[in-house]
């Protein structure tokens, strides 16, 4: 079964320190990679997405992301990061099984910036 | 430059009462979709309309229906609402029919049972 894990809960860093949010996923083939980013009491918004070609993939917001296949990771960076950035970061994967295709989203990690 | 409309934003429920959460998009999209989110589970698809006329079960449709009025709109409807129902629902869209990734989502409503 295909499964995405994020393995930080929590994460602060200050302003204009580097960031890196982790995410590793479970699935037999090469998956379709998500990136999404929710702000309080708002819905989330997709910042990149991974299909095929180049793995290094840039985003909406100064963020990009890194597809490893050797790893199982598809892990977002940030090399500045602002307090605006503070919200917490969803990564997902599509999967397809038999012609059903689904996505499955990680749990999420929150991410403070702080002054 | 609405995007995805999501009525209401909160609701309070007592067990077994019924409700329907509705969701507009002005995007023009072919796909709607109702997640939920919970505590430390993500979102879990609920239901999928692919096109209008058309929708199937996503991962947790137990205890939900759904209808898509046309292309615009898509509700969610609570026929007998239980405390497990307790959590934020999204409603989403997308351009594409194919592969299932929501592109655009509302705000959420916020429903709690009681």
């Known amino acids: 079964a295909q499964s995405v894990t994020q393995p930080d809960i929590h994460i602060t860093v200050s302003e204009g320190a580097s960031l890196e949010l982790r995410c590793n996923y479970s699935?037999?083939?090469?998956?379709?990679l998500f990136w999404y980013v929710q702000s309080p009491g708002q819905g989330l918004q997709l910042l990149l997405k991974?299909?095929?070609?180049?793995?290094l993939v840039q985003g909406i917001k100064g963020f990009e992301a890194e597809f490893k296949r050797s790893q199982s990771s598809f892990n977002l960076r940030k090399p500045s990061v602002q307090w605006s950035d503070t919200a917490e970061y969803f990564c997902?994967?599509?999967?397809?099984?038999?012609?059903?295709?689904?996505?499955?989203f990680g749990t999420g990690t929150k991410l403070q910036v702080i002054p | 430059n609405a995007g995805v409309t999501q009525t209401p934003k909160f609701q309070v429920l007592k067990t077994g009462q019924s409700m329907t959460l509705q969701c507009a998009q002005d995007m023009n999209h072919n796909s709607m979709y109702w997640y939920r989110q919970d505590p430390g589970m993500g979102l879990r698809l609920i239901y999928y309309s692919a096109s209008e006329g058309t929708t199937d079960k996503g991962e947790v449709p137990n205890g939900y229906n759904v209808s898509r009025l046309n292309k615009r709109e898509f509700s969610l409807r609570l026929e007998s609402a239980a405390p497990s129902q307790t959590s934020v629902y999204f409603c989403?869209?997308?351009?594409?029919?194919?592969?299932?990734?929501?592109?655009?989502f509302g705000d959420g409503t916020r429903l709690s049972i009681l």
């Open positions: 699935y037999g083939a090469t998956p379709y």
């Open positions: 997902a994967v599509r999967t397809n099984s038999g012609g059903y295709q689904k996505v499955t």
């Open positions: 991974y299909f095929s070609g180049d793995t």
């Open positions: 989403a869209s997308s351009v594409t029919t194919r592969g299932r990734q929501p592109q655009h």
